[in-house]
C-alpha cells in the first residue's frame, strides 16, 4: 500500500510535465502577447519590450517552459501579471468562498442524490421512479445560465428570500450568501448525480447475493440500505470523490453571477486578461488536487471493498 | 443519520438567512458598486477607470478639476495654489499646502502619519518613471520632464535604481516648494497632476511594504482603508486626520437649484463610511441598487436601457422610489475603425464615405442608447475646445442611394468585388448586438461583414500586430483637451501606439504637431477646428456617438453630479438618513 | 426461433427502441430539429428572424408568438434559426471528439504496455485540468466565434470517451471471440477493428447523444462567457441578452430559448438512457 | 406425520414481459416429506429453479404471475403477507445457491453475514449472534472458524465459501433447506465434501431438502425421490431407485443414457433424441446403438508423433514495487512435456486453476510460453516467425469452452464461418466460401440455410457447433477442445461428443481435450493426461488411469465422482 501511494504520488511529476506543457503551449506559444494589455492603451514599443524583458517572455520557448515547469514544482507562482498580487495569497483568500460555496452544496447535494437513487431504486419501474427520473432528465435539460438569471431575479429578488449577491467570510454570515447558489448547485447536480447512482443501484440489485440477502428474510429496506449501498459506493465513490479537485475551483458562473470572491472568479478574471502565472498556478494545483483525490479514492476503495488490495 | 444532517444544514441556512447585513443609521454609509475586480491601490498602475476611482479615495493629487464648474476646470488640490509658469511655458513652480498629513501607518515612526513634503511629490512622479515598475502612465511623462527619460534609461539595466541621483526637470526648492522643468512645451501638462498616476505617496510606506504596497494604501485624501479584499468588498472610514477640505460654494447656475450647494463651506468628507461592493454581472448590479442596497449605480454606456422607458425618463417603478437619474454627455466617442494599411482602405476614400453613409446613425441611437447619444460628426466630442458645433459631416447621415453610388465610384458597384469584410469586437453581449447592426446596415448596399468577436486581450493584439480589419471601439478622454483624440489620427502614433488605425496623413500629422505644443487660446483653437473639419471629411474611421453617461441613484443621496473625472468624487457626496428611512419603507 | 426473420443485434436493439414510446416521441423530436436544421442551412421555408419587424421588446402576442427583441425583430424566428447552430455545434463536436476518442481509447486498450502509460498519462493529464478552463482557453485562443466552438468543445469531449473505449476494449480483448480470431491466424488490424469495435459500438452511439446535449448546453456557457457564436442566432446569445433584459422584465427570450434547448436536451437524454437500455447487452433482459 | 413439510399443487408460473407471457413452470403438483430429499433434476430452462424461487417467493425480474398453492407446514405461502412471508424466509426455509462465488455479499464478513440471519430471527445481540456463528462454522466444516468468521469472501476457496452458505442456511434450524445446484460450481473433489455435508447435516438437524441440479449422478447420491421436469412439465416422479432402474418417460431414459460413465465405452453416446422425437412421442431404440466396444488403443492410423512438447513453462509475472517492476510469477504451467500421436485424442483433466487452459493456449501460441519447445511436424512452433505462425494456424485449431463469448455477436454465422478463409486468403470468391461454409453447417448437424443469422438467434449447442464448423473450415489437422461441452446440457452435450467422434474420423483429425469432466474425457481420448498445479501428474492409456491409477492425486480425483446409480442399459432397449 506504501509503495503503491508513493508510485501514484509520484506519478504527479509526469502529470504536471504534461499539463505545464499544455498550459504553456496554449498561453506561451499560441495566445496573444499580454504586455500590451498590462500596460494600457498608451503603451509604447519601447515599454512593451521592456515588460515582455521583465515576464521572461524574450527568452527561448525551451526556457520559457523550463520556467513554467520549475515554478510548478517550487510552487512559486509568483506575482499576477495583471493585478500584481501574490498569488498563491490570491489562492489563499479565494479557497475559503469558493469552499464555502460548493463544499455544503456538494455534500448535500450528493447525499440527497443517493436518498433520491435509493427511493427510486426502492420503487423500481413504478410512478415515484419514473416521476423522480423524468424530472432528473427535465432539469438537466435546462441550461445553467437560465437557471442562475431565473433564481436570482425570483427568489433573491422578487420573494427576497436570499441574498442577491455579496459575501462575508464569517459563519454563519456566509450561509446567507451561499445559500442561493449553493441551491442552483444542487439542482443542477441533482439530476446527473440520481441518474448515475440509480444505474449503479440497479446494477447491484439484480447480484446473487442480494438475492441471499432476502433469502434470509431480511425486508427490502434493509437489503438496499445495507447490501446494495455498501457495494454501490465504489462506483459511487469514484464519481463522487473525483469531482472533488474540480470544487476547490470553484463554481465559476455561480461566483461570477452572486459575486462571490472565490477561485472561480480568479480563475475566470486570469483567463479573460491573460494572465499567464494566475493560470498555470491554477492548473497546477487543480492537477496535483486530481493526483491526490484520485489516490484517495483508491483508499477509499480499500474501506469499501475489502477485496481492492493497493499494489 | 443523513436526513437529519440535511434538515440541520437547511435549519442553518434559513437562520442564517435572517441574520444577513442590517441597514445602519447611526453612521453616513454610501453603498458603491464597482464592476471590475480593483487591482489595486498604486497610484503608478491607475490606468483603470475602476482602480483609479478607489485610489482617488485615498490619495490625492496637486490639482484636481473642480467637482461643480463645468466646462472642467483644474483647481489647486495638495498645492498651495495654481503654479507659476514661466514664460517659456517650460518651468513650473508648486507650493504644496502645509500641514497635510500621511495617513497614519506602521511604516512610520510610531505610527504617526508625517508631513507631505516636496520630496514626496518628486518621490513619486520617479516611481512613474522607475523603469524597474512599468507604471501604465509613463507615456504622460514620456519625455515631457527634463533629464527625466535619461534617469530611467541610465537605471534600465541597473541592479537598483537610484533614485538619490539629482533629475534636472524634478527640483526642490524647499521644503514645500519644488519646480518640473519640461523639456519641450507640454501644455496638456497640468492635466497629468490631477490624475491618479502622479497622487503622492510616501517612500517610508512603499518600501516598508514593497510589492505588497498596492495592498496597503497610505495617502493624504478623504478615506482610509479599512478592508480590501480585491475582488469582494473594498471598506473606508473617514480619514481622521483629513486636513481642513471643505465643499465648493461655487458651481454652474443650476448647481444652486438643484440644491448641490447645500453643503457649502462643510469638511469635506460628508459621509463616515464607503463601502464599495464588486458585483461583476449586471443582473445582480441592477438587483441590488433595485432593492436599495447599492446607492449609486453607473450604468455601462452600452446597455443602460434597462433603467430609461421611452426616451429620457425612468422607469416608473424606480421613480416611485425616489431613485433618481443623471444623463449627462460624456467627453467619448465611439467609432469603427478601417485599417489604414489595409490597401482596400488606405487609398480609397469613397470605399469609406459610402460605408459611413450607409450607416444608420439615427436608428442606432434609439437602438443603443435611448435616443440619448449625440451623433458625431467628427472625433471630438462637445465639451472640449476644438469641437465646432456648426460642423455637419457629408458623410454621416443615412443616405443609400448616395452610398451607393459612391460605392460604385469607389470600384465596387453594389459591393461587388469587394471581399467579405471582417469586423472585430469584443465579446460584450451589446458589442455583438451593434455589430449585427452594422453587418445588418452594410448588407443594405451589398457590402458583406463578418463579424469576429474577441476577448480584449485579443483585440489588443489584433490592433497591435495591424491585422484587424475593422474594429468597433470608444475612446473616452484622459484629460479634457482635443489633443487626447487627435493623437489618435497622428501618424507617429500608429500601432502599437494609440493611433490603432494606422491613420497616415501629412498634412494632418503637420498641424496636429503644432497645435499639441500650444497653449490653450483662440489660435490653438482655431487650429483644432482645422483638425476636426479635417477629421470629418476623410472618414479615418466610421464615427459612432457621443455617449451619455447616465447614473441613477437614490433619493438619499445628496450632491450627485456627474463628473467625467470621478476618482475624487465621493468625498463630496452625502447621505440623508432620515429620507432614507422614509424612502426605504417603499422598496 | 426457427420461423422469425434474421435480425441483426443492431436490427433487434432498433426495434426495441422504437418500442418504447418516449424514446421514439425522443427520435422525433430529435429529427424535427434536425430538419429545421437543415432548412435553416438551406435558407428556406423558414420565419425571417433578419429584420425589424416591429417596435423593440413587444411583448408575445398574436402576431410574435416570443415577442420581438432589442432589434423588433421575431424572438420566435430566432428560437427557430437557433436550431442550426445548436444542432451544428452538436454534430461538429461529436464528429471532432468521437474519432479522436474512439480511436486513442482503442489503442490504448488494445496494445496495453507502454503506448497505454503514454495514452493514459495524456488522458490523466488532460483530465486533471478542469474542462471549463480549457474550454476558455481554447475559445480565447482560436478566437472567433462558431469554428473554435467546434474546436474548443471537441477537442475537450473525447476524453472520457477514450477512457470508456479503453475499458471495454481491453475487457473484449480477452474475450474468447477474439482469441478465436487469433486462432484463426487473425491480424491486430482484424481484431482490433473487424471484431473489437464493432462490439462497443453501442458505447460510441450512447456517447454522441449524451455529447450532443452536452455541447449544445455549453454552447450557451461559452456565449456567457462572451466567446460564443457571432452573426446568426443561437440559443447562447439568446439566453445570454436575457442577462440584461430579466432585470426590466422582458422573459421571453430567455424562454424561448431556455425551452427550445431544453425540449432537444431532453429529447437526447431520453433517447440516451432507451439507447443504452436496448444496445448495452449487459443490460439485456432486466 | 401423514402430512408432507411442503405439499406444492398445481403450480404455475407466467413470467410477464412487455410483448408476452411465458410460461416458466407448468401445472407442478410434488411433496416433500418430512426428513426427506426430493431432487428436481432437469436441464437449463426447464423450470427448476423458478420452482424453487417461487416456493421461496424470490422471484423479482421480470415480473413474475405464480398460481396454484404452496403449501408449507399447511399453509399456503403463496397467500401470506409480505412481512409473514420475511419471517419464513431463512428461519423455517433456507436456501443455498448455486454460485458461492456471487452469492456472498463481498463487502462484508462471512461471520456477519451469517450472524445477520441470527439477529434477524433469533433477536440475538450481536455477540452471541457472532459466538454463534463460530459454532456453526465449525459445524460445516471451515477449520479456524474463531479466525475465518473475520475473513471476507474472497479470502475464501469456493467450497469455503460454499460452506459459509450452508452455515448461514442452517443457522436456524430451518424445517426445509432448498439447494439450488449447490455444487455445480466446484470442482469434483470439493463436491464431494459438500454433499457429505449436506447430508450429514440433514440427519442431525432432521431437515427436509429440496435439491435441485443438473447431475443425475448426484441426484442419486442424495435423493430419496426425483422429480425430472423438462421444458416447464414435471414429466416424471418417482423414488429414486425406480427413476434409475425404470424409468418411464423417454426423456428421463435420454437424460440416464446420454451420460458419459465410467464403467462401458459405448462407440457413441446416446441421446435424448434417440429415445424421443421433437414432439415428445417416444421412439424405439435398437440394440446396435448402445454396443459397447473396447477401444483399440494402439492401432490407430499408425504411431508417427504429431506434436511433441518437451519441458514447456508458461509463467505470468506479478507486478509491483514502485516501479512496476516483476516482483514474482504466477506459474500456470510449470515444466511439463508429453507426445501425441497423430490421429489420437489426448485428453487433460484437472480442476480449476491447474493449468490446462494455459497449456492448450500455449501449444497454440494464443499465449506465449516462458521456455521450452513445442515440436508440431517436425517443426519448433516457439521458434516461427509471424508469417510462418500464420501459416501454421491453417493446421491448429481451438474450440473454446464458452460458446457465447467465443463468437462475435456482432458477425453473421455465415462472416464467422467464411472468415478464417478471407484471413488466409483461400477457397476462391465470396460463393465459394459460402458454398464451403453451408457444407460444413451440413456436417455438424446445423442447416446450410442459416448462415445469414446471428449467433445470438442459436441455442448453446447450436453455437457450439457453429464453433466447431468455424475450426474445420481451415481443414485443420489438429484440435483442441478447451472444455468445449462443458457448458453444455448432458443430453446436448452427449450429441457434440458424438459430433467431435465423426469429425474426427471423418478429417482424421487429431484432438487434445481438455476438461475437468473424468466422464467425458474417458469417453473420448485415447490417453489421458492429470494436471495438478501446472505440472503434468500422471499421463497414461485412458483405460489404465481409470481402472489402475498410480498417483494420489489421481486416485483422489476418481473417488470424487459421484457414482450415482450404474445404467441399465437394458433397459433402456425397447
Request: aromatic content about 10%; charged content about 20%.
Amino acid at each position: 500500500m506504501t509503495t503503491y501511494i508513493i508510485r501514484r504520488l509520484l506519478y504527479m511529476i509526469p502529470v504536471i510535465f504534461g499539463v505545464s506543457f499544455i498550459i504553456f503551449v496554449l498561453f506561451n506559444v499560441v495566445a496573444g502577447d499580454p504586455a500590451p494589455l498590462l500596460l494600457g492603451k498608451h503603451a509604447t514599443v519601447q515599454q512593451i519590450h521592456d515588460l515582455r524583458e521583465q515576464l521572461g517572455l524574450n527568452k527561448p520557448l525551451f526556457a520559457q517552459y523550463m520556467d513554467v515547469v520549475k515554478s510548478a514544482f517550487t510552487f512559486d507562482f509568483g506575482r499576477s501579471w495583471a493585478t500584481r498580487q501574490d498569488i498563491i495569497e490570491m489562492i489563499r483568500q479565494g479557497a475559503w468562498p469558493s469552499l464555502t460555496l460548493t463544499i455544503p452544496a456538494f455534500m448535500i447535494s450528493t447525499i440527497l442524490s443517493i436518498l433520491l437513487a435509493l427511493v427510486v431504486a426502492f420503487y423500481r419501474g413504478k410512478g415515484i421512479d419514473l416521476t423522480i427520473r423524468f424530472l432528473c432528465i427535465a432539469g438537466q435539460s435546462i441550461s445553467s445560465v437560465a437557471y442562475i438569471l431565473f433564481f436570482q431575479y425570483f427568489f433573491a429578488y422578487k420573494l427576497g428570500w436570499f441574498e442577491i449577491s455579496g459575501y462575508e467570510p464569517e459563519f454563519p454570515v456566509f450561509l446567507s450568501y451561499v445559500a442561493l447558489p449553493g441551491i442552483i448547485w444542487i439542482v443542477l447536480s441533482l439530476g446527473p448525480d440520481v441518474r448515475f447512482f440509480r444505474t449503479v443501484i440497479l446494477d447491484e440489485i439484480y447480484q446473487d447475493y442480494v438475492r441471499t440477502a432476502r433469502a434470509k428474510g431480511l425486508g427490502e429496506i434493509t437489503v438496499l440500505l445495507k447490501h446494495v449501498l455498501r457495494n454501490a459506493m465504489i462506483p459511487i465513490i469514484t464519481y463522487v470523490v473525483i469531482q472533488i479537485p474540480f470544487l476547490i475551483l470553484g463554481a465559476l458562473l455561480l461566483e461570477s453571477f452572486f459575486s462571490i470572491p472565490g477561485l472561480g472568479g480568479i480563475t475566470l478574471n486570469a483567463l479573460n486578461s491573460s494572465d499567464f502565472p494566475v493560470i498555470k498556478a491554477m492548473a497546477v494545483l487543480s492537477s496535483i488536487a486530481y493526483i491526490l483525490f484520485s489516490l484517495l479514492t483508491d483508499v477509499l476503495y480499500t474501506l469499501a471493498d475489502p477485496r481492492v488490495k493497493l499494489k | 443519520m443523513s436526513m437529519r444532517f440535511i434538515g440541520l444544514v437547511f435549519a442553518f441556512m434559513i437562520a442564517a438567512v435572517g441574520c444577513s447585513r442590517e441597514q445602519n443609521f447611526d453612521e453616513k454609509v454610501l453603498n458603491l458598486i464597482t464592476p471590475q475586480k480593483i487591482k489595486g491601490f498604486d497610484p503608478i498602475y491607475a490606468a483603470d477607470l475602476y482602480a483609479s476611482n478607489e485610489i482617488g479615495k485615498v490619495y490625492e493629487g496637486l490639482l484636481e478639476f473642480h467637482y461643480l464648474k463645468r466646462p472642467y476646470e483644474l483647481t489647486p488640490n495638495l498645492a498651495e495654489s495654481m503654479p507659476e509658469v514661466s514664460a517659456d511655458g517650460l518651468t513650473y513652480t508648486f507650493k504644496v499646502k502645509k500641514g497635510v498629513l500621511f495617513q497614519d501607518s506602521k511604516a512610520f515612526p510610531n505610527g504617526k502619519g508625517r508631513e507631505l513634503k516636496a520630496d514626496d511629490f518628486i518621490y513619486s512622479i520617479r516611481r512613474m518613471a522607475d523603469p524597474k515598475l512599468q507604471s501604465t502612465g509613463w507615456w504622460l511623462l514620456d519625455g515631457k520632464i527634463a533629464g527625466l527619460n535619461e534617469w530611467r534609461d541610465k537605471n534600465a539595466n541597473a541592479e537598483k535604481v537610484n533614485y538619490d541621483e539629482a533629475v534636472e526637470g524634478l527640483k526642490k526648492v524647499d521644503d514645500y516648494t519644488f519646480q518640473f522643468k519640461l523639456a519641450k512645451p507640454f501644455p496638456q501638462f497640468l492635466y497629468a497632476l490631477a490624475m491618479p498616476f502622479t497622487f503622492a505617496v510616501a517612500k517610508e510606506v512603499v518600501e516598508h511594504h514593497g510589492q505588497e504596497f498596492q495592498n496597503y494604501p497610505v495617502g493624504t485624501g478623504p478615506f482610509k482603508l479599512d478592508y480590501f479584499d480585491n475582488s469582494n468588498r473594498i471598506v473606508y472610514h473617514r480619514n481622521p486626520t483629513f486636513r481642513e477640505k471643505l465643499y465648493p460654494s461655487e458651481g454652474e447656475a443650476t448647481d444652486e437649484a438643484a440644491g448641490l450647494l447645500a453643503d457649502a463651506g462643510k469638511k469635506l468628507p460628508l459621509v463616515d463610511k464607503v463601502i464599495v461592493n464588486i458585483v461583476v454581472e449586471s443582473q445582480p448590479q441592477w438587483l441590488n441598487f433595485q432593492k436599495g442596497s447599492a446607492d449609486l449605480l453607473g450604468v455601462p454606456k452600452d446597455n443602460f436601457d434597462q433603467a430609461i422607458v421611452a426616451g429620457k425618463n425612468l422607469h416608473p417603478d424606480m421613480a416611485k422610489k425616489g431613485i433618481r437619474l443623471s444623463m449627462v454627455n460624456s467627453l467619448d466617442t465611439t467609432y469603427v475603425a478601417f485599417n489604414h494599411t489595409d490597401p482596400l482602405f488606405k487609398d480609397n476614400i469613397k470605399l469609406r464615405q459610402a460605408m459611413s453613409l450607409a450607416y444608420d446613425h439615427v436608428e442606432s441611437n434609439k437602438l443603443f442608447y435611448n435616443n440619448t447619444a449625440t451623433i458625431a460628426q467628427s472625433i471630438i466630442p462637445p465639451g472640449i475646445s476644438g469641437h465646432k458645433k456648426e460642423y455637419k459631416s457629408p458623410y454621416i447621415g443615412r443616405n443609400l442611394e448616395m452610398a451607393k453610388k459612391l460605392l460604385k465610384e469607389a470600384g465596387y458597384p453594389e459591393g461587388k468585388g469587394l471581399p467579405e469584410l471582417q469586423y472585430e469586437t469584443v465579446g460584450s453581449t451589446v458589442s455583438r448586438q451593434q455589430g449585427e447592426f452594422f453587418a445588418k446596415n452594410m448588407a443594405d448596399i451589398g457590402i458583406k461583414i463578418r463579424i469576429s468577436t474577441n476577448t480584449w486581450p485579443e483585440l489588443v493584439k489584433k490592433t497591435n500586430t495591424k491585422t484587424a480589419q475593422m474594429f468597433g471601439i470608444a475612446w473616452g478622454a484622459d484629460y479634457p483637451d482635443a489633443e487626447n483624440f487627435f493623437g489618435l489620427l497622428y501618424g507617429p502614433n500608429e500601432s502599437p501606439g494609440s493611433n490603432s488605425s494606422n491613420y497616415k496623413n501629412a498634412t494632418f500629422d503637420k498641424i496636429f504637431a503644432q497645435a499639441s505644443i500650444m497653449q490653450d487660446g483662440p489660435e490653438r483653437t482655431a487650429l483644432y477646428e482645422q483638425l476636426y473639419e479635417m477629421a470629418g471629411n476623410e472618414v479615418p474611421w466610421i464615427y459612432g456617438m457621443h455617449r451619455t453617461s447616465v447614473t441613477v441613484y437614490q433619493g438619499w443621496v445628496k450632491n450627485y453630479k456627474y463628473i467625467e473625472f470621478n476618482h475624487t468624487q465621493v468625498q463630496y457626496l452625502n447621505a440623508d438618513l432620515e429620507a432614507k428611512k422614509e424612502l426605504l419603507k417603499k422598496f | 426461433m426457427s420461423a422469425q426473420d434474421t435480425k441483426s443485434l443492431w436490427a433487434d436493439a432498433f426495434s426495441r427502441l422504437v418500442r418504447d414510446r418516449w424514446a421514439l416521441i425522443s427520435l422525433v423530436i430529435v429529427l424535427v430539429y434536425a430538419g429545421i436544421a437543415v432548412l435553416a442551412t438551406i435558407g428556406w421555408g423558414l420565419p425571417d428572424w433578419k429584420t425589424s419587424q416591429a417596435s423593440e421588446y413587444l411583448a408575445p402576442n398574436g402576431q410574435f408568438w416570443l415577442g420581438t427583441d432589442l432589434f423588433g425583430r421575431d424572438v420566435f424566428a430566432k428560437v427557430i434559426h437557433g436550431t442550426k447552430i445548436a444542432m451544428s455545434v452538436g454534430l461538429v463536436t461529436s464528429l471532432i471528439a468521437i474519432p479522436i476518442g474512439v480511436f486513442i481509447g482503442a489503442i490504448a486498450g488494445y496494445f496495453g504496455g507502454w503506448i497505454d502509460d503514454i495514452i493514459s498519462w495524456f488522458i490523466t493529464t488532460f483530465s486533471s485540468i478542469p474542462n471549463i478552463m480549457l474550454l476558455i482557453s481554447i475559445t480565447l485562443i482560436m478566437g472567433k466565434g462558431l469554428v473554435s466552438v467546434y474546436l474548443a468543445l471537441g477537442i475537450t469531449g473525447w476524453v472520457g470517451l477514450a477512457r470508456l473505449i479503453r475499458g471495454e476494449v481491453m475487457k473484449h480483448k480477452e474475450r474468447e471471440y477474439v482469441h478465436a480470431a487469433s486462432a484463426i491466424g487473425g491480424g491486430h488490424f482484424r481484431k482490433l477493428f473487424i471484431h473489437i469495435l464493432p462490439n462497443v459500438t453501442h458505447l460510441v452511439i450512447i456517447n454522441t447523444s449524451l455529447q450532443f446535449q452536452t455541447a449544445i448546453k455549453s454552447e450557451v456557457i461559452l456565449s456567457y462567457l462572451g466567446l460564443g457564436v457571432q452573426g446568426e442566432p443561437s440559443w447562447g446569445t439568446m439566453i445570454d441578452d436575457a442577462r440584461q433584459e430579466l432585470a426590466r422584465g422582458v422573459w421571453w427570450q430567455l424562454a424561448g430559448a431556455t425551452f427550445a434547448m431544453f425540449l432537444v436536451v431532453l429529447a437526447f437524454n431520453i433517447l440516451g438512457d432507451a439507447l443504452r437500455d436496448s444496445l448495452d447487452p449487459k443490460l439485456k433482459g432486466k | 406425520m401423514d402430512r408432507p413439510l411442503l405439499s406444492i399443487k398445481n403450480l404455475t408460473v407466467d413470467f410477464i414481459t412487455p410483448d408476452a407471457s411465458m410460461r416458466a413452470v407448468d401445472n407442478m403438483s410434488f411433496d416433500v416429506p418430512m426428513g426427506k430429499t426430493v431432487g428436481i433434476v432437469g436441464e437449463s430452462g426447464s423450470g427448476k429453479s423458478v420452482t424453487s424461487l417461487a416456493i421461496m417467493r424470490l422471484l423479482q425480474q421480470p415480473p413474475a404471475h405464480i398460481s396454484g398453492e404452496i403449501l408449507f407446514d399447511g399453509v399456503d405461502l403463496l397467500k401470506l403477507p409480505d412481512d409473514q412471508m420475511r419471517k419464513i424466509r431463512g428461519d423455517k426455509i433456507a436456501m443455498i445457491f448455486q454460485e458461492p462465488m456471487t452469492s456472498l455479499n463481498p463487502v462484508f464478513k462471512t461471520g456477519a453475514q451469517v450472524a445477520e440471519t441470527l439477529m434477524l430471527h433469533r433477536g440475538m445481540d450481536k455477540k452471541t449472534a457472532w459466538e454463534k456463528a463460530i459454532d456453526l462454522f465449525n459445524e460445516v466444516g471451515i477449520p479456524n472458524p474463531t479466525q475465518k468468521v473475520h475473513a471476507y469472501p474472497h479470502e475464501m476457496s469456493g467450497g469455503q465459501k460454499q460452506r459459509v452458505m450452508i452455515a448461514m442456511a442452517i443457522a436456524c434450524d430451518p424445517k426445509l433447506l432448498i439447494c439450488d445446484e449447490p455444487t455445480t460450481a466446484l470442482d469434483v473433489t470439493i463436491q464431494k465434501q459438500v454433499l457429505e455435508l449436506l447430508r450429514g447435516l440433514q440427519e442431525k438437524h432432521k431437515m427436509s431438502m429440496l435439491f435441485i441440479t443438473h447431475d443425475l449422478g448426484v441426484i442419486a447420491d442424495v435423493a430419496d425421490d426425483v422429480v425430472v421436469m423438462y421444458r416447464s412439465k414435471m414429466v416424471e416422479k418417482d423414488k429414486t431407485r425406480a427413476i434409475f432402474e425404470s424409468s418411464k418417460h423417454p426423456y428421463t431414459k435420454g437424460l440416464i443414457a446420454c451420460r458419459p460413465d465410467m464403467g462401458a465405452n459405448p462407440r457413441r453416446l446416446l441421446t435424448v433424441s434417440d429415445f424421443m422425437d421433437e414432439a415428445g412421442n417416444g421412439l424405439k431404440v435398437t440394440r446396435d446403438r448402445v454396443q459397447v466396444f473396447e477401444k483399440d488403443y494402439e492401432a490407430k492410423n499408425g504411431n508417427d508423433i504429431l506434436l511433441e512438447v518437451k519441458d514447456i513453462h508458461t509463467h505470468f509475472p506479478i507486478k509491483g514495487g514502485l516501479f512496476g517492476r516483476k516482483i514474482g510469477e504466477v506459474k500456470a504451467v510449470d515444466g511439463v512435456s508429453f507426445q501425441l500421436k497423430r490421429g489420437k485424442t489426448l485428453g487433460l483433466v484437472g480442476e480449476s486453476g491447474c493449468g490446462k487452459t494455459t497449456l492448450g493456449r500455449t501449444i497454440l501460441r494464443l499465449v506465449e510460453p516462458t521456455s521450452g519447445s513445442i515440436i508440431y511436424d517436425g517443426k519448433d512452433v516457439t521458434k516461427m516467425g509471424q508469417e510462418e505462425m500464420r501459416l501454421l494456424r491453417r493446421k491448429m485449431q481451438i474450440i473454446f469452452q464458452d460458446p457465447y463469448s467465443s463468437l462475435n455477436p456482432r458477425m453473421t454465422v455465415g462472416e464467422i464461418l467464411t472468415e478464417p478463409l478471407v484471413v488466409h486468403n483461400l477457397g476462391g470468391g465470396k460463393k465459394e466460401r459460402l458454398d464451403a461454409a453451408k457444407s460444413l453447417m451440413e456436417k455438424v448437424g446445423m442447416k446450410a440455410n442459416q448462415l445469414n443469422r446471428y449467433p445470438h438467434e442459436f441455442s448453446g449447442g447450436q453455437r457450439q457447433r457453429i464453433c466447431i464448423a468455424r475450426a474445420l473450415m481451415l481443414r485443420p489437422e489438429f484440435v483442441i477442445c478447451d472444455e468445449s461441452v462443458s457448458a453444455l446440457d448432458v443430453s446436448i452435450q452427449a450429441q457434440v461428443l458424438n459430433l467431435l467422434l465423426d469429425l474426427q474420423q471423418e478429417f482424421k483429425l487429431t484432438y487434445i481435450f481438455i476438461s475437468h469432466d473424468l466422464g467425458v474425457v474417458n469417453f473420448i481420448a485415447d490417453e489421458v493426461g492429470v494436471m495438478n498445479k501446472g505440472v503434468l501428474v500422471e499421463m497414461d492409456r485412458a483405460d489404465r488411469i481409470y481402472r489402475q491409477p498410480k498417483e494420489d492425486y489421481t486416485k483422489a480425483l476418481l473417488g470424487a465422482i459421484p457414482k450415482g446409480l450404474p445404467k441399465n442399459i437394458e433397459a433402456f432397449i425397447s
